[in-house]
């Protein structure tokens, strides 16, 4: 069974940093691709940045490109978004996703989302 996991969300102040962890079981991780969506408050959810842990390619939306880093250790079968110059536009709750690679490039994965997702965790930015 296919199971991921979110943690490190929480309350940060505007120009803070955080970072999220997802742990990942139940598939062979190098096959997959894992990505971060996230919705906010009465908007849809949109996919922000994907890796692919076999080769480290990574790709991220234009809203987070500069500010949120994605990393693996694939020893650990977990993902990292470390998101830096956090601002109230990135409250939202925060989902981690896998898909097989197969083939797929990772701008297309993060645009049309995972078939796979965790259940998601709370990341607030407020003073």
């Known amino acids: 069974e296919v199971q991921l996991v979110e943690s490190g969300g929480g309350l940060v102040q505007p120009g803070g940093s955080l970072r999220l962890s997802c742990t990942a079981s139940?598939?062979?991780?190098?096959?997959?691709?894992i990505g971060w969506s996230r919705q906010a408050p009465g908007k849809e959810r949109e996919g922000i940045s994907t890796i692919s842990p076999n080769d480290g390619h990574t790709y991220y939306e234009h809203s987070v490109k500069g500010r949120f880093t994605i990393s693996s250790d694939n020893a650990k079968k977990t993902v990292y978004l470390q998101m830096n110059s956090l601002n109230s536009e990135d409250t939202a709750v925060y989902y981690c996703?896998?898909?097989?690679?197969?083939?797929?490039?990772?701008?297309?994965?993060?645009?049309?989302?995972?078939?796979?997702w965790g259940k998601g965790i709370l990341v607030t930015v407020s003073a």
């Open positions: 139940g598939f062979t991780f190098d096959d997959y691709a």
């Open positions: 996703g896998a898909n097989p690679l197969l083939g797929y490039g990772l701008g297309w994965l993060t645009l049309v989302g995972m078939k796979y």
